[in-house]
């Protein structure tokens, strides 16, 4: 039985195994879709900031002495109160000069990194996910020539996001967990029923081998118990050693 | 009277039972892949709908606060200029979203209405409006509902794919379990009854067998071990020095799948983890350096497989194998932590030399499993699936663990897998070496190529038929579709799956083609077809531009490559029997493998230059011409004679 048990969960292992690569990607693919959809909510607040700054420079205002933007910034933050904190940095600066900012302070090195990953995509807007508690997102802003003149940069809170995905993974471990117990109950049981088929034309096999009629019936042919016919056919039949 | 050991008359109840439990797992597999995907998508579309929601409030916010400051400015609110393009510009920007309403009581109405759709269908849509407020107006954006299943089919797309890869894993894990527990032990049984009935009883079980025919194996074994001891009492007795079972190509399968699993984990994301190390370290040209470790890893494969041959010889198989996956354990947790584009090519040149020993350890291993050319077909068709399993495989599961974990880790991964393959490799029985072995006989090194070449069939073969497949590959599949689908702003693991297309169709394209076993002639023409197919497929990058061109190429060329391969191999054997009859045939098989190798370092140049000077796109396509044109040589094989005697070979 114990043979019979360790064949049916190899077989049972790998649906549990098919299941939970599917259930592992699954839950990726939809932090990174809820990521975007969170990420891109906050754009738009971005994008409408970056045009208001755009605006001002166009307006002949230099970026270091404009004031204004301050209050810019602190008006964003206390709108969408998920936005940690803004940066204007300037983009000349290697270490990334801030101009202005507002709300948390936000870390040097947190400044440069998302600095360096926005230079190193070369693309308009940088998103990155990858801290647990808080995403950035990096605005090129153009002076009316076109020129990248700073980068703005938000720090976004992730716990709303966070909670979700917990929510999320929660639901998905109950269905992983269902689908497989389901599976288990319904092939183990039949898996062990064939086995014990199997066990049985193993069994007839032997019995032919020890020169014994086998309890068999049937009208399909065993492709063991014909190899056994045919050794006994022989002449040889097999005897086991107590019996000699 | 003979043992019938090989294939029964009719379906027996074993066949019947082994059809019915497939069947039953292939039924309970798919009804819970579908369940799981169906219940967490229901439940994602719930979780996400009101997060989009809650965007198109922020827009409708945004629009009106930049209305709001526009009246406030003093405009009037009838006379705003250029309302249009802004909204039109928010729509844009906004997939989501299938119109938007700008009202205010009694005056007039902007808005800007999706191209594909009508105010006639509210079901369509889902209404966000934030109501008009002293000068600011009321706004109205409406969602698309089908937005959100849009979304999700992505996953649903994924799904799919996981489904078809976890379930080649779980047919190789399913396999070996099959082999230890019931294919093994019948072998020894079906050995043991022909020894009984040719009376060869010296030889014994070395080591316990496991599974449902232990018991038959008892028996059996203590039946032989009574008849040679009565045979010692009474004649020259002799020693059971020999195992009854002999080793068998399958034997190897599993470490075979795992390490080439190791290699293939990186295809999908080698490419940009190189491109990460020359934007913060090379000076050279950035295509250039992307493709340096893809040629050294080409050439040095290429340069292993031609000499690796005698390393193997000297060191036996196991110590062979072992080396090399003791090579690339190192050379991949050494490209995990390399920092430079130069640490990359170096440690990429040792993986290759690893991987190049290790492959031709695991043929060199089928080869001396089968003892005649029936067998030998059987033990090369095991080689082919493991290694077909591993790249159908290895592309997504790497790109998904690169996604989630980050490159270094999936090179660490594949690492392990590496070192997984030794522990099923050290276990296996080593078969005998053969009196002629068939390494002797094909002879390492480029002896006797000068001669192949100088045939115009043979070097058209090579040049037209398996040049171009492997630049194609090389350059257009390994380096340019993970920098252009980068480009296109896919995934990572999105970007594994368009790698699982080519070698899906390239297996089933395989399978077919075995199956139906074409005439000679039909095979050249599959050539033709296959060659000019594989090219053909870049041009349609001159007129699209999207991902899913990019498919298409690649669908093409895993088409074309699948009518080609095994009946050009066909072809270019027959050419050799018949005009060449004193040339070993495995001489022109190694010309084909350095052929091979000469254009997959001739597609990463080409793909690097083109790519340079082009870009991604058009480089794609002048591969796809390149090889096209190529191609067009192979018609001239239809002109040769057909040796009549090998047609159904």
């Keep these: ?244 | 009277m003979n043992v019938q050991t090989t294939q029964p008359l009719r379906r027996s109840v074993e066949s019947l039972l082994a059809r019915k439990s497939y069947i039953l797992f292939l039924v309970c597999s798919v009804c819970a892949v579908a369940l799981l995907t169906w219940l967490t998508l229901s439940h994602f579309e719930k979780i996400l709908l009101p997060q989009v929601l809650s965007k198109s409030n922020v827009i409708a916010s945004s629009v009106r606060s930049t209305v709001e400051d526009a009246v406030k400015l003093g405009i009037p609110y009838d006379s705003l200029v250029g309302m249009e393009d802004y909204l039109a510009d928010t729509l844009e920007e906004n997939p989501e979203i299938a119109y938007i309403k700008v009202q205010q009581d009694g005056a007039r109405e902007y808005a800007k209405l999706r191209a594909s759709y009508s105010l006639d269908h509210p079901e369509d849509v889902v209404l966000q409006q934030i109501e008009a407020k002293d000068n600011a107006p009321r706004v109205v954006v409406a969602v698309r509902a089908s937005y959100i299943q849009e979304k999700l089919q992505v996953i649903l797309g994924d799904a799919f794919v996981v489904s078809i890869v976890a379930m080649i894993a779980g047919l190789e894990i399913a396999l070996f379990f099959m082999v230890r527990w019931l294919m093994r032990p019948i072998d020894t049984w079906r050995a043991m009854i022909r020894g009984i009935e040719r009376g060869e009883l010296e030889r014994d079980l070395h080591q316990s067998e496991y599974g449902p025919f232990s018991e038959l194996l008892r028996l059996s074994n203590a039946k032989i071990a009574a008849l040679r001891e009565s045979f010692a009492q009474s004649s020259v007795a002799k020693q059971a020095t020999l195992a009854w079972y002999q080793p068998q190509a399958r034997d190897v399968r599993t470490a075979l799948f795992l390490f080439v699993f190791s290699e293939e984990l990186l295809r999908s994301f080698f490419t940009l983890y190189i491109k990460e190390m020359v934007d913060t370290s090379s000076r050279m040209s950035a295509e250039l350096a992307i493709s340096a470790p893809i040629m050294a890893y080409m050439l040095v494969a290429g340069v292993g497989t031609l000499f690796g041959g005698s390393l193997v010889e000297r060191l036996g198989l196991r110590r062979a194998f072992g080396l090399s996956v003791l090579i690339s354990t190192v050379s991949l947790c050494g490209l995990a932590v390399a920092h430079s584009v130069f640490e990359l090519v170096l440690w990429r040149s040792v993986s290759a030399f690893g991987y190049a020993v290790a492959t031709i350890a695991c043929q060199v291993y089928i080869a001396r499993t089968a003892f005649n050319e029936q067998g030998n077909m059987r033990a090369l068709s095991i080689f082919v699936a493991a290694v077909t399993a591993a790249c159908i495989c290895g592309a997504p599961v790497g790109a998904v663990i690169a996604d989630m974990l980050g490159k270094p880790v999936a090179l660490l991964f594949a690492a392990l897998m590496a070192l997984m393959s030794w522990l099923f490799f050290r276990k296996i029985v080593m078969p005998a070496v053969p009196a002629t072995d068939t390494l002797k006989q094909g002879a390492s090194g480029i002896s006797g190529f000068g001669a192949l070449l100088k045939n115009g069939n043979i070097l058209l073969s090579m040049v037209c038929g398996v040049l171009p497949g492997k630049l194609m590959m090389a350059g257009m599949l390994f380096y340019i579709t993970p920098l252009l689908l980068q480009k296109y702003e896919l995934s990572q693991a999105s970007i594994g799956q368009f790698f699982i297309l080519y070698y899906v169709l390239l297996a089933l394209g395989n399978a077919l083609i075995s199956r139906l076993n074409p005439g000679l002639h039909a095979k050249r023409r599959l050539v033709v077809a296959g060659a000019l197919l594989s090219g053909a497929g870049g041009l349609l990058m001159v007129w699209f531009n999207t991902p899913l061109a990019l498919a298409g190429v690649i669908l093409c060329f895993g088409l074309g490559q699948s009518m080609l391969l095994t009946p050009l191999m066909t072809v270019l054997l027959d050419i050799v029997s018949r005009e060449m009859p004193g040339v070993p045939s495995s001489r022109a098989l190694s010309l084909a493998r350095a052929f091979e190798r000469v254009g997959g370092i001739l597609g990463a140049v080409l793909a690097a230059l083109l790519s340079a000077s082009l870009g991604y796109r058009d480089a794609t396509a002048i591969l796809g011409l390149i090889v096209l044109i190529l191609g067009l040589g192979t018609v001239q094989l239809l002109r040769s004679p057909v040796k009549r005697a090998v047609i159904h070979a």
């Design chain 1, 1 to 244: 039985m114990f043979q019979k048990l360790k064949m049916a969960s190899v077989v049972v292992g790998i649906l549990f195994f098919l299941l939970t690569l599917l259930a592992v990607l699954q839950y990726y693919r939809f932090q990174t879709l809820l990521f975007e959809v969170n990420s891109s909510r906050i754009s738009v607040t971005a994008q409408a900031l970056k045009s208001d700054i755009e605006r001002s420079l166009a307006l002949g205002l230099p970026l270091q002495s404009n004031a204004q933007l301050k209050i810019m910034l602190e008006s964003a933050i206390e709108k969408y109160p998920d936005i940690e904190s803004l940066q204007l940095v300037d983009t000349k600066a290697d270490l990334g000069k801030v101009f202005w900012e507002s709300g948390e302070q936000t870390s040097a090195a947190d400044t440069q990194h998302a600095v360096a990953g926005h230079r190193q995509i070369g693309k308009e807007m940088w998103f990155d996910a990858s801290s647990p508690s808080h995403f950035f997102q990096v605005w090129s802003i153009r002076d009316p020539l076109g020129h990248s003149v700073a980068d703005l940069i938000l720090r976004v809170d992730n716990d709303a996001a966070k909670l979700l995905l917990v929510d999320a993974r929660t639901h998905l471990l109950r269905y992983w967990l269902l689908l497989c117990l389901a599976s288990m109950l319904f092939l183990a049981p039949i898996l062990i029923y064939l086995f014990l088929s199997l066990d049985r034309l193993i069994g007839a096999a032997g019995a032919i081998l020890k020169g014994e009629t086998p309890n068999t019936s049937g009208d399909r042919s065993s492709e063991i118990c014909d190899l056994a016919t045919q050794v006994a056919q022989s002449g040889v039949t097999v005897q086991p050693q107590n019996q000699k």
